[in-house]
């Protein structure tokens, strides 16, 4: 596996991942510093140029769904969904400063996981 596919966990050890939350939260205290990666066996969405981000604590999901639609270069027809800690659909008018409270890794991090999902179709208008 080349380092491209292997996760941001895979490639810095705990202790590199600590260092770098606590050096980012000093630098940046009200900001969320996130994972975002593509799921692993996604294939009809791109990948993201990066993986890491500094989220201000106010932004909604809702908000980060469409900087990540507008980054992917997504039509309308093509759906993302987020996945946080490989379990939950975070609500689209959760903050991410709510988010970070309740699901933040031992690490540090908030990680998430975009994939796209046919199943479930329909409009989605806010």
């Known amino acids: 596996m080349d380092a491209l596919q292997k996760s ?9 991942r600590v260092r770098e939350v606590e050096q980012v939260r000093k630098e940046h205290p009200s900001k969320v ?10 294939n009809q ?5 990066r993986s ?3 989220i201000p604590e106010h932004v909604s999901v809702g908000e980060l769904i469409n900087i990540l639609r507008r980054r992917l270069q ?7 969904f987020l996945i946080v800690n490989g379990r939950n659909l975070p609500a689209t008018a959760a903050t991410f400063a709510d988010i970070y409270r309740n699901e933040a ?12 999902h046919e199943t479930f179709g ?5």
Not at 45 to 49: M, S
Not at 105 to 116: E, K, M, T
């Open 8 to 16: 941001f966990k895979d490639r810095r050890s705990f202790g590199q």
């Open 33 to 42: 510093p996130v994972i975002i990666e593509r799921y692993r066996h996604e």
């Open 52 to 54: 890491k981000f500094l």
């Open 105 to 116: 890794d031992p690490d540090g991090f908030l990680y998430i996981v975009y994939a796209s």
């Open 122 to 126: 329909g409009s989605s208008s806010s």
């Open 74 to 80: 997504l039509n309308q027809s093509q759906s993302v």
């Open 45 to 49: 969405l791109p990948p993201l140029d």
